[in-house]
């Protein structure tokens, strides 16, 4: 999943634009009633929001024609850019203009549940539908219990790094297995001969920029802490592993180890600098191994996994496929999410753009990759260490204002010379503000 490259509307903004009661009116469906107002609305098509890369809107275009040709409705994508879905969407629920569906980040669907603008599924899929999916993940779609969409995919973060630049530098064994992955303190090793190799270049580059600082949260997973308590409620980042991650976060920046143009509110991306051979490694998701695939001609690239401290540990990326509660065609639309997300249309989604299926009745066994299939091994063993902690955390209705925080605070930590214990602790205060 892209980290999402701007700033949804915050919920108060949404709840204003909506109106008094807003919660309480969406909860009851009556934004515009199902089966009436915005979106396509002529009975024939359906009407889905999404960005795409080239890969993944090929493959939506191709489950979207079988659809067709299955059920005989017709469904018009809505391509946007990345960083005009979530204020677009927004906008057409709060205009009583809805899409049938629309693609959402795990990370931004807590904000839609959080104000009942999702529709209540339960009755429209097939028996038992939950069953085929990850736990986790199946959770993330529910909403009071009740499913508002499907789980379509998952991604997650592994190390890209550039061979010949690592050759060049001495380093020829590069970990195969998680269980042989760097320690942190073994990275900063190979990071400084990086460096030493090529003192004006940059050794790496992290993917935290704008949306993507949630993905912080990996570093204080690796370190042995995490948001919430074992209670789900007590805030936790204010603590000796919290202090562990953001010093070695913050020490890849003192050292001359990171980019220092790869601001965690900046606006611009390390993969899309990495084919130029500006850097030499990067964490990246799997999704960007066909763009990164197709413009890196200059040399060959290979991924291993994350470095690891006190524990292995990633970041939750993906995508669900959700129906708002006002869609115009709830019924087809139902059946759509459940058509993309069935075992075949799974199956043919994640090969062709190089994402985890999120179905346990389908694992990377089962698939047969387009792109790079010899680096796929990485993040399918990679995605086991997502943590449970950090999964429900991800998808908790408070974890936009997470991710606002940590967007906030970690820049000024980074940059601005904000000491580490007074960042852990406005950290902590801002999500005690948020409660659980």
């Known amino acids: 999943m892209p980290a999402p490259r701007s700033r949804r509307p915050s919920r108060r903004s949404f709840l204003t634009a909506l109106g008094a009661g807003g919660t309480a009116a969406l909860a009851g469906g009556s934004l515009a009633g199902c089966g009436s107002g915005g979106g396509s609305g002529d009975g024939d098509a359906l009407t889905m929001v999404t960005w795409a890369t080239d890969a993944e809107l090929a493959a939506f275009e191709q489950l979207a024609e079988a659809f067709r040709a299955e059920s005989g409705v017709r469904v018009e ?11 677009t969407v927004d906008s ?36 038992g539908f939950g069953d085929a999916f990850t736990p986790g993940l199946w959770s993330a779609v529910l909403a009071d219990g009740a499913p508002v969409g499907v789980p379509h995919h998952t991604d997650v973060s592994a190390l890209v790094y550039n061979i010949p630049a690592f050759e060049a530098a001495g380093i020829t064994e590069v970990p195969t297995t998680l269980d042989a992955a760097w320690s942190w303190e073994e990275w900063l090793g190979v990071l400084g001969e990086l460096k030493g190799a090529d003192p004006d270049g940059h050794p790496l580059a992290v993917n935290w920029q704008a949306a993507g600082a949630y993905r912080w949260l990996s570093f204080l997973a690796q370190a042995g802490g995490s948001v919430y308590g074992e209670d789900g409620t007590s805030v936790t980042i204010a603590s000796d592993a919290g202090a562990r991650a953001l010093e070695h976060c913050l020490g890849l920046y003192t050292a001359g180890l990171h980019d220092p143009s790869y601001l965690v509110q900046a606006a611009n991306y390390p993969d899309e600098a990495f084919p130029s051979g500006r850097l030499k490694a990067i964490h990246a998701g799997d999704f960007l191994l066909p763009s990164l695939t197709e413009q890196t001609t200059d040399f060959d690239f290979g991924a291993t996994f994350l470095p690891r401290d006190a524990a292995a540990a990633t970041d ?65 063993e990679q995605a086991t260490t997502i943590p449970a902690s950090l999964v429900s955390a991800s998808t908790s209705p408070q974890f936009s204002g997470i991710n606002a925080a940590l967007q906030q605070e970690l820049e000024a930590c980074f940059t601005g010379g904000r000491g580490v214990d007074e960042t852990l602790a406005r950290l902590q205060s801002a999500v005690e503000e948020l409660g659980a």
Not at 355 to 360: D, E, G
Request: aromatic share 8%.
């Open 316 to 380: 939750l990326g993906g995508n669900a496929v959700v129906v708002p509660a006002d869609a115009p065609n709830l019924e087809a639309a139902a059946q759509f999410a459940a058509f993309l997300a069935s075992r075949e249309s799974m199956r043919l989604f994640c090969e062709q753009t190089t994402v985890l299926p999120t179905r346990t009745d389908l694992t990377a066994a089962d698939l047969t990759y387009a792109v790079r299939p010899d680096l796929m091994p990485v993040f399918v």
């Open 77 to 87: 994508l809505e391509n946007l850019a990345y960083d005009q879905i979530l204020t």
């Open 92 to 127: 057409r629920l709060q205009s009583g203009n809805a899409p049938d569906l629309f693609r959402v980040s795990y990370i931004d669907i807590g904000a839609y549940t959080s104000v009942g603008a999702l529709a209540d599924l339960t009755d429209l899929l097939p028996a």
